[in-house]
């Protein structure tokens, strides 16, 4: 990399050091083995039921001709039995 102008680079490292230090002690401590949210499903054996109601939702007015409240009815019965089972 080419450099303009003679520098201190002591003086420098010195600055990037204390500039990071500040902006670690604003945001905190991450870490490396957490990816993303936390509260994010861990258990894969649940289906996202919100992903689910969607392409429902599109099958059944797209491909079936259901009209929209039709397919609220259908899902929020569905929704319910999901829960007695």
């Given at each position: ?13 010195k ?15 991450v870490?490396?083995?957490?990816k993303?949210?936390?509260?994010k499903?861990t ?5 996202n ?10 099958a059944?007015?797209t ?10 009815k259908?899902?929020e ?9």
């Amino acid at each position: 990399m080419y450099i303009p102008e003679r520098h201190d680079h002591d003086k420098w490292q010195k600055k990037k050091d204390e500039h990071l230090a500040k902006w670690k002690s604003r945001h905190g401590k991450v870490d490396k083995d957490t990816k993303g949210n936390e509260e994010k499903s861990t258990n894969p054996s649940q289906p996202n039921k919100l992903s689910l109601s969607k392409s429902l939702t599109v099958a059944l007015t797209t491909k079936l001709g259901v009209s929209d409240g039709d397919t609220a009815k259908i899902i929020e019965d569905a929704m319910k039995e999901a829960g007695k089972a």
